[in-house]
């Protein structure tokens, strides 16, 4: 009790307050604008912050988080592209609303369930932190190969219905994710002489490449798109009584996934976000309007993704591995303030703990006000004809993929992936398993082979966590298809006596 209050009471300061000012604004504005990332605005906030004292430099780049996770709705409802890798899941129903007049809406019911699923990974932080630093003792290769193994089965959920064309393109993602240095040896791997490619494929540039510029060159191909739309009509602002009640157990189950798949390593908001969109789905009433304008759908998403900061950085408190990209790049940051994450962490600072959550909490509290207020402004780009919308956007996508490594070369790969996600997107298959074996394939592989060179698949087998985790993930790939043919045996059956009773 001592810590919490000492961790919440260093925030009341004018310093701390205008840091967390700052830090929304810059946030809100890294997330509504196309291409930018907010592991890029981290990045590049951190160099400016090394010289303030820690808490108020966390206080600046956990803003910037936060406030992105709340800017990059607006760009995915209105103009079909994600702020940030986090909105992916967003673009889904939030831009078919947008179409169908119910923009407002969107907007608001986005922000809400932004805020909910960031309160209850904060809440989750704050509860969870010390027993999971206690746990993570217990944690070795093995235990982290099956933790990544039952993310991976994901891979599966997010293909939409298209099992075989989602695993080929998951399967896509784990080779993209074995170009580069080898996990052990640190032998180069794929990169036939290319030295760009030595520390493997940019992961920014392949997430704005595959949903950003695709995109784009959807458009540009179909030349639809600028007659189509018209997402200048914002309708109504508030959602009614019936839509708060079908969006309560979508934010639910969000909130939930985003949390769990937050504490992954290595995961982030986007996985979270596709994840809770397809659970939110098969949980549905309505799963046909999913993909078609579902504030289900959208809420289940958005949700997530605010939900996966909490999880994100309990593991980086917690392990002291980054829960994802924008995590690692805060690690950086402590360590060169002198702040080692992980177990020790929360014996010789636990108050710091209690401070981040403190942070985290104002900046939601914040960034939910200045997302009601509609953001208006922003809509204005929808004024401009497409083709220079498309300029505006391809802009923000190559400034945002070049600013990260000031490279071109990741640049030319973004665009290389613009031209694979419009294939993928002509010929069916989905984006979201490549992201996935991308981004949970080399932890994998990692800690297997460690696996390995400790004492063999034994290593695994004799673990109960790790055991636990696999049958987990057996679980979580049986239970629905079980479910689903007994809902269809249960429906041939009721057919079946109907069809009795009219005859008789």
């Not at 000012?21 to 604008?33: I, P, T, Y």
């Not at 907010?38 to 090394?50: D, E, I, R």
């Not at 170009?179 to 997430?207: H, K, M, Y």
Request: overall charge neutral.
């Amino acid at each position: 009790m001592n810590a919490l209050l000492d961790g919440f009471g260093a925030l009341f300061t004018l310093q701390i307050a205008l840091c967390i000012l700052v830090g929304a604004a810059v946030g809100m504005l890294v997330g509504a604008f196309p291409g930018i990332s907010a592991t890029m605005a981290v990045a590049l906030a951190s160099a400016f912050t090394l010289t303030m004292e820690p808490l108020p430099g966390l206080a600046v780049l956990l803003t910037i988080l936060v406030a992105a996770q709340f800017g990059d709705r607006v760009p995915a409802i209105l103009i079909n592209t994600p702020g940030t890798p986090a909105s992916i899941a967003t673009t889904f129903d939030g831009y078919a609303l947008a179409r169908q007049g119910k923009a407002g809406i969107a907007l608001t019911s986005s922000a809400y369930a932004s805020a909910i699923g960031g309160f209850v990974g904060i809440a989750v932080l704050m509860a969870a932190a010390i027993p999971l630093s206690e746990l993570a003792l217990e944690f070795g290769s093995p235990e982290m190969f099956a933790l990544v193994v039952f993310g991976l089965t994901m891979m599966i959920e997010v293909s939409g219905g298209k099992i075989v064309k989602g695993l080929i393109a998951g399967l896509f993602g784990l080779a993209l994710g074995t170009i580069g240095r080898d996990p052990l040896d640190g032998s180069d791997r794929f990169t036939f002489g290319v030295p760009e490619l030595v520390e493997g494929i940019p992961f920014i540039a392949v997430i704005i490449g595959l949903f950003g510029i695709t995109e784009v060159f959807s458009q540009i191909v179909e030349r639809t798109h600028s007659h189509e739309r018209a997402v200048t009509s914002f309708g109504r602002w508030w959602p009614n009584k019936a839509e708060n009640k079908a969006m309560v157990k979508p934010v639910v189950i969000g909130s939930a996934v985003g949390t769990v798949v937050g504490i992954l390593p290595a995961a982030g908001g986007d996985i979270g976000g596709i994840v809770a969109w397809d659970q939110a789905r098969r949980f549905s009433k309505e799963p046909e309007l999913f993909g078609k304008g579902s504030l289900e759908g959208l809420t289940a998403a958005d949700s997530s993704s605010n939900a996966g900061v909490g999880g994100s950085v309990l593991t980086t408190l917690a392990l002291g591995v980054p829960g994802d990209s924008v995590m690692a790049v805060m690690l950086g940051s402590m360590i060169i303030w002198g702040i080692q994450p992980g177990p020790s962490l929360f014996s010789q600072h636990p108050d710091l703990v209690y401070s981040i959550s403190g942070i985290m909490i104002f900046a939601t509290v914040l960034t939910l006000g200045i997302s009601l207020l509609r953001m208006r402004g922003v809509a204005k780009l929808l004024d401009l004809p497409s083709k220079y919308l498309w300029v505006v956007v391809v802009t923000f996508c190559i400034v945002g993929t070049y600013a990260v490594n000031n490279s071109v070369f990741d640049v030319g790969m973004m665009v290389l992936f613009g031209i694979i996600g419009l294939l993928f997107r002509r010929f069916g298959f989905p984006a979201g398993p490549v992201v996935l074996g991308l981004i949970l394939g080399p932890l994998a592989e990692r800690n297997f082979r460690r696996s390995m060179e400790l004492g063999g698949l034994e290593t695994i087998y004799t673990s109960p966590i790790a055991m636990f985790l696999i049958i987990g993930a057996v679980l979580a790939l049986a239970v629905p298809r079980i479910r689903t043919r007994l809902k269809a045996r249960r429906g041939k059956g009721d057919r079946a006596a109907v069809d009795s009773g009219v005859n008789a």
